[in-house]
């Protein structure tokens, strides 16, 4: 199915995912020993770097658990650390939206990371990205603490949250809501919906991708992640992309070249209604209260509960 589904696939305690689309909603949590258990064997560190990547796969799973090579890393915000991961498997591959579970050597505790590239950078470069917030937990701590160019780890595909058409597929509009590190999922899903206005645009055929709305929520501009890429995306299709940033807790002065997009206090309930259309899909990710506030007033509003899509996360 192309559009969204959903389920319940939570990897750790500092991102634990609540996942629910076409009326059903799912939610439940592996605690991260149970997940280390599931994979077969806790990570041991020892003299070598090497990874086993078939200590990590359940029996009989079909998602595959491939070594990954920490190729790039940057602060993003002050709180934020990106990374970039050369992934050298060939049949690794992931849906617009996906997270990965995340193995450390030496960290018993799996990390789970929603994936911020679009699918065609993997295609292109064998890269992925993530954006991780530092917290106490292990996986976040050792990304922090810890990682380096050149580190080794291994990642494994999860989540029903994705946006995936397909060529023949009616053409959709998309509106994305972001609150915090919740825009990591919809920044993969925003790419993703240029990259096939581009391959529309080059080639004549593909899927024909809808207009694209971002509605963003964090506390500053500082924490504002990727605002940079998104707005260049935005200008390279202004007819096709837009945005609109919000911040809660601004103390400083907002440079000019954001003041356009920049709307000082939370997403209001008419800015997203004004966007609803039968041909409309809904992509929420954030915190629990904002995801059940938005989720509730569109289904309120007679939104079909398959276009409404969320995840949440704490």
């Given at each position: 199915?192309?559009?969204?589904?959903?389920?319940?696939?939570?990897?750790?305690?500092?991102?634990?995912?609540?996942?629910?689309?076409?009326?059903?909603?799912?939610?439940?949590?592996?605690?991260?020993?149970?997940?280390?258990?599931?994979?077969?064997?806790?990570?041991?560190?020892g003299?070598?770097?090497?990874?086993d990547?078939?200590?990590?796969?359940?029996?009989?799973?079909?998602?595959?658990?491939?070594?990954?090579?920490?190729?790039?890393?940057?602060?993003?915000?002050?709180?934020?650390?990106?990374?970039?991961?050369?992934?050298?498997?060939?049949?690794f591959?992931?849906?617009?939206?996906?997270?990965?579970?995340?193995?450390?050597?030496?960290?018993?505790?799996v990390?789970g990371?929603?994936?911020?590239?679009?699918?065609?950078?993997?295609?292109?470069?064998r890269?992925?990205?993530?954006?991780?917030?530092?917290?106490?937990?292990?996986?976040?701590?050792?990304?922090?603490?810890?990682?380096?160019?050149?580190?080794?780890?291994?990642?494994?595909?999860?989540?029903?949250?994705?946006?995936?058409?397909?060529?023949?597929?009616?053409?959709?509009?998309?509106?994305?809501?972001a609150?915090?590190?919740?825009?990591?999922?919809?920044?993969?899903?925003?790419?993703?919906?240029?990259?096939?206005?581009?391959?529309?645009?080059?080639?004549?055929?593909?899927?024909?991708?809808?207009?694209v709305?971002?509605?963003?929520?964090?506390?500053?501009?500082?924490?504002?992640?990727?605002?940079k890429?998104?707005?260049?995306?935005?200008?390279?299709?202004?007819?096709?992309?837009?945005?609109?940033f919000?911040?809660?807790?601004?103390?400083?002065?907002?440079?000019?070249?954001?003041?356009?997009y920049?709307?000082?206090?939370?997403?209001?309930?008419?800015?997203?209604?004004?966007?609803?259309?039968?041909?409309?899909?809904?992509?929420?990710?954030?915190?629990?209260?904002?995801?059940?506030?938005?989720?509730?007033?569109?289904?309120?509003?007679?939104?079909?509960?398959?276009?409404?899509?969320?995840?949440?996360?704490?």
């Amino acid at each position: 199915m192309p559009f969204p589904r959903g389920s319940s696939q939570p990897s750790d305690q500092t991102h634990v995912f609540y996942v629910s689309c076409i009326g059903k909603r799912h939610h439940g949590g592996r605690d991260p020993q149970a997940a280390a258990r599931l994979c077969g064997r806790h990570l041991h560190s020892g003299g070598s770097a090497e990874i086993d990547t078939q200590r990590f796969a359940p029996p009989h799973s079909e998602q595959v658990v491939s070594a990954a090579k920490v190729c790039g890393v940057a602060s993003e915000s002050p709180s934020v650390k990106r990374l970039r991961l050369l992934v050298a498997d060939k049949d690794f591959s992931f849906k617009a939206g996906q997270w990965v579970d995340f193995f450390i050597p030496g960290v018993s505790v799996v990390g789970g990371f929603s994936i911020c590239s679009s699918p065609r950078l993997l295609e292109q470069e064998r890269m992925i990205e993530l954006a991780v917030k530092h917290t106490n937990h292990p996986p976040a701590l050792w990304i922090h603490s810890q990682c380096t160019l050149d580190s080794e780890v291994a990642v494994r595909v999860g989540g029903e949250f994705f946006f995936d058409p397909q060529p023949a597929d009616a053409s959709r509009n998309l509106v994305l809501i972001a609150g915090g590190v919740g825009i990591n999922p919809l920044l993969s899903i925003l790419r993703h919906a240029a990259d096939l206005h581009r391959e529309r645009a080059s080639k004549g055929r593909g899927y024909e991708m809808g207009t694209v709305r971002l509605l963003y929520s964090a506390k500053d501009t500082s924490e504002l992640l990727f605002k940079k890429n998104i707005l260049d995306l935005v200008n390279e299709f202004p007819e096709k992309i837009a945005c609109s940033f919000h911040v809660t807790k601004q103390t400083t002065q907002i440079s000019a070249d954001l003041r356009p997009y920049i709307t000082e206090g939370r997403i209001s309930e008419k800015e997203i209604r004004d966007h609803i259309s039968k041909e409309t899909l809904f992509y929420i990710c954030g915190p629990p209260p904002m995801t059940d506030f938005f989720s509730k007033d569109l289904e309120s509003s007679c939104v079909p509960r398959e276009h409404i899509c969320f995840e949440k996360w704490w």
